[in-house]
């Protein structure tokens, strides 16, 4: 077991990405800490995995927009586990799927309140609640997700895109405050890749651009040839919280590239084909 002396905070944790890091944490022996807004799936998620894994599971009803939540469930962690030693900054959601113009300026404004207040402003205030107590134990090791459009152009997400190009800026900057000091604390941007959780099953298309229909073929074939395997996924991320990492203010990714493009490839060429059978 490769986390035997680990402690970590895993925001977001009651589903998706976040739920499996815990699974695959708590397999190799590190201390848990799970939290979401929702208390039903905080309790039911520490249950199962309770089963399992016995007193190296605690959970916190927290919304990360929410200070005052953040710093009990610190405050919690450490009483109860004896230290923070790794921040998964993970809770993220995404709201309607399509181009910006399709949206009216009230649409814009209520989902980036959301998206960007959970994904980017969310992840700002994790990290500050954790980093006191990680600068007190001179040591941390903290994870940040990227996502879709955050490195690279790409349509129809733009405003999760902006949320996520705003945590990779910032994990970078605070990587290099980090690394001009004693303490041994690095930060490290996780790319998933493409995976079927919620967050991409549960999309909601903007109104007045593609049918229902029309947009379920769409995932479907998307998760059918560019989707990755979670666990695969996850389990990358494991020697960048370990003590041994050296790496800061990098961006890792859980998935390949190659398989990537290939699977878009493939699914563009089966669009096209479906469209020419419409006709
Ligand atoms: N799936 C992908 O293809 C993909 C790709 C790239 C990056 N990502 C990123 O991976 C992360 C996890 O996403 P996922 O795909 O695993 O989605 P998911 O299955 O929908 O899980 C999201 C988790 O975040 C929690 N959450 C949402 N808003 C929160 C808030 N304000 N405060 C605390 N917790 C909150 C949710 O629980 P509650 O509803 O109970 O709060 C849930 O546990 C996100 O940052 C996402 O942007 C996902």
Do not use: H
Request: charged letters at 30%; glycine letters at 8%.
């Amino acid at each position: 077991m490769k986390m035997k002396n680990e402690t970590a905070i895993i925001t977001g944790s009651t589903s998706g990405i976040g739920k499996e890091l815990a699974r695959t944490f708590l397999e190799e022996g590190c201390k848990v800490s799970n939290c979401s807004r929702n208390a039903d799936k905080v309790k039911k998620t520490v249950e199962e995995f309770k089963d399992k894994f016995g007193d190296s599971v605690i959970g916190f009803s927290c919304d990360v927009s929410d200070t005052k939540a953040l710093k009990n469930a610190v405050q919690k962690t450490v009483e109860k586990f004896g230290s923070v030693r790794i921040l998964m900054a993970n809770a993220g959601l995404n709201r309607r799927y399509g181009p910006f113009n399709y949206l009216t300026p009230e649409e814009v404004a209520e989902d980036a309140k959301i998206i960007i207040g959970t994904n980017l402003i969310g992840t700002l205030n994790t990290i500050s609640a954790v980093l006191p107590e990680m600068i007190k134990q001179k040591y941390g090791r903290i994870i940040t997700l990227s996502g879709g459009g955050a490195d690279r152009p790409l349509e129809n997400m733009t405003l999760y895109s902006a949320s996520k190009g705003g945590v990779v800026t910032f994990s970078k900057c605070l990587a290099l405050e980090l690394s001009q000091r004693e303490e041994d604390i690095t930060i490290n941007i996780y790319q998933p890749g493409m995976l079927k959780t919620n967050l991409s099953k549960d999309v909601k298309i903007v109104s007045g651009w593609k049918s229902n229909e029309e947009m379920d073929t769409n995932i479907e074939l998307a998760f059918e040839y560019m989707s990755g395997d979670i666990r695969k996924s996850c389990l990358t991320v494991i020697p960048f919280v370990l003590p041994e990492n050296d790496k800061n203010g990098e961006n890792f990714r859980g998935f390949s590239l190659f398989k990537l493009i290939r699977g878009a490839m493939k699914m563009n060429r089966m669009m096209k084909k479906e469209a020419k059978s419409k006709k």
